[in-house]
C-alpha cells in the first residue's frame, strides 16, 4: 500500500516533471526555420511557461504541506493555524502567477 503523503505529492510531481518535458522539447523547435512553426512557437511557449510556473507552485504548496508543516507542528508541539497556511499557500500561488 502506498503511504498517504506520497498519494499527495505524486500528480503535482508527476504535472511538474510532464510540464518540463514538453517545454524543453519544446525549446528544441526554435532552430526550425518554417515560419508556421515560428508562429506556432510564439503562442505556445508563453502557455508552456506559464503551466511549468502553476505546476512549480502547485507542487512546492503540496510538499510544504506534506513535509514541513508537520515539522513544524512536531518542533513547536501544537498545531499551526490553518489560516496561516492558507496565506502562505496564496502568497505562493501569487508568485507563481506573477
Excluded at 499527495?8 to 517545454?23: A, D, G, T
Excluded at 508563453?46 to 512549480?56: D, E, F, N, R
Aim: hydrophobic share 60%; glycine share 2%; charged share 15%.
Amino acid at each position: 500500500m502506498i503511504p498517504k503523503s506520497l498519494k499527495q505529492i505524486f500528480w503535482p510531481v508527476f504535472l511538474f516533471f510532464l510540464l518540463l518535458i514538453l517545454y524543453l522539447n519544446e525549446r528544441d523547435f526554435l532552430n526550425n526555420p518554417d515560419p508556421d512553426v515560428q508562429k506556432y512557437l510564439a503562442r505556445v511557449e508563453p502557455i508552456l511557461a506559464t503551466l511549468l510556473g502553476m505546476s512549480a507552485a502547485w507542487m512546492l504548496n503540496r510538499l510544504l504541506y506534506v513535509l514541513f508543516w508537520p515539522l513544524i507542528e512536531f518542533r513547536i508541539g501544537t498545531a499551526i493555524p490553518r489560516l496561516l497556511k492558507d496565506i502562505l499557500a496564496a502568497l505562493v500561488m501569487l508568485t507563481a502567477v506573477i
